[in-house]
């Protein structure tokens, strides 16, 4: 099945849901009809989301299971949420000092020193 389409062809408009109809019976229900903000989401999005959910939300193993980094991970949840029409807290992006954070993830035990390790490397290679 393919996904409601958001937008007019003709115009570029919003669509809304009208009609719904049983697919068994074929009985049909006429009105206007609020779509959940998961219906907005572009296919990359729902499959990020699928990742994330599916690692219960620890960012750790959604790491281990894309290959991306921390910091990649949470823009990418950042730019879901923004997708889905919520507003993203500034506080949420990534901090002034990664590093720090990094540390402070290993001192609350989020991460271990082998991981910790990792992130400061990708952060010094960016960095140069």
């Known amino acids: 099945m393919t996904n409601i389409p958001q937008k007019c062809p003709s115009c570029a408009a919003p669509l809304?849901?009208?009609?719904?109809?049983?697919?068994?019976?074929?009985?049909?229900?006429?009105?206007?009809?609020?779509?959940?903000?998961?219906?907005?989401?572009?296919?990359?999005?729902?499959?990020?989301?699928?990742?994330?959910?599916?690692?219960?939300?620890?960012?750790?193993?959604?790491?281990?299971?894309?290959?991306?980094?921390?910091?990649?991970?949470?823009?990418?949840?950042?730019?879901?949420?923004?997708e889905m029409g919520f507003a993203v807290q500034e506080a949420e992006g990534q901090p002034a000092n990664p590093r720090q954070d990094v540390l402070e993830r290993l001192s609350r035990g989020e991460i271990d020193l082998q991981e910790a390790t990792r992130l400061l490397t990708q952060l010094g290679k960016r960095a140069a």
């Open 16 to 82: 809304v849901v009208t009609q719904l109809t049983c697919s068994v019976c074929g009985t049909g229900v006429v009105g206007r009809f609020e779509l959940s903000p998961f219906f907005r989401l572009s296919t990359p999005s729902l499959q990020f989301l699928e990742t994330f959910i599916r690692n219960r939300g620890n960012v750790k193993e959604v790491e281990r299971e894309t290959g991306e980094s921390y910091w990649a991970i949470r823009r990418r949840l950042d730019e879901v949420i923004a």
